[in-house]
């Protein structure tokens, strides 16, 4: 599955020119996901888990990497990608690792899936008078999975967000939770 995983992030767009391309997209990211994973934090802490790790991160997706990008390889390809793209990449994997909508009109049977926002920790910018990032996410419960973000415009808030992000999953017959500003009359 991780493979899979791997194809569907060589799928996005990689702006950078051809000439000198040396390190791919999705290998790049795959790998900055297994070191947050892992507990990096910063650019210099992905670079030294690929480093420590290089190894058998060869010998488990044939990166054939003879070293590490540099930290500021790393970030220049991660902030070139498109959010939104990413986005698309991690809604179809969690489909494929979902691959079910809501059985019925049985609540006994009915998906559990629990829709929740939260403002992003030292998102904002005071000296370009950026408010924190606020994303809605979807899970499901039942399979321990997050199924998808949605960030929420700076002049709106949850409410509109997660209808919209319930039709753009296409999610039917499950059963939410959400928290109590959603119980409007004409949700």
């Given at each position: 599955m991780i493979l899979k995983f791997l194809e569907l992030l060589s799928q996005i767009k990689d702006r950078r020119r051809a000439q000198?391309?040396?390190?791919?997209?999705?290998?790049?990211?795959?790998?900055?996901?297994?070191?947050?994973?892992?507990?990096?934090?910063?650019?210099?802490?992905?670079?030294?888990?690929?480093?420590?790790?290089?190894?058998e991160l060869n010998e488990a997706f044939d990166f054939g990497w003879a070293k590490a990008p540099a930290y500021s390889t790393i970030r220049s390809i991660l902030?070139?990608?498109?959010?939104?793209?990413?986005?698309?990449?991690?809604?179809?994997?969690?489909?494929?690792?979902?691959?079910?909508?809501?059985?019925?009109?049985?609540?006994?049977?009915?998906?559990?899936?629990?829709?929740?926002?939260?403002?992003?920790?030292?998102?904002?910018?005071?000296?370009?008078?950026?408010?924190?990032?606020?994303?809605?996410?979807?899970?499901?419960?039942?399979?321990?999975?997050?199924?998808?973000?949605?960030?929420?415009e700076e002049k709106s808030n949850e409410i509109p967000a997660a209808p919209q992000i319930i039709k753009e999953l296409g999610l039917e017959n499950c059963l939410f939770t959400m928290d109590a500003m959603h119980c409007q009359k004409n949700f």
């Open positions: 000198g391309k040396k390190w791919q997209l999705g290998p790049v990211m795959l790998a900055t996901i297994l070191a947050v994973l892992s507990g990096a934090t910063s650019y210099r802490k992905v670079h030294g888990f690929i480093r420590q790790r290089l190894d902030q070139g990608c498109d959010a939104d793209e990413v986005e698309r990449v991690f809604r179809l994997h969690g489909a494929m690792l979902s691959d079910r909508n809501g059985d019925g009109d049985d609540v006994e049977n009915m998906r559990l899936l629990a829709i929740d926002g939260k403002v992003l920790r030292a998102s904002f910018d005071d000296f370009n008078d950026r408010k924190a990032a606020h994303l809605l996410s979807i899970f499901a419960a039942d399979e321990a999975l997050v199924l998808g973000h949605l960030q929420i």
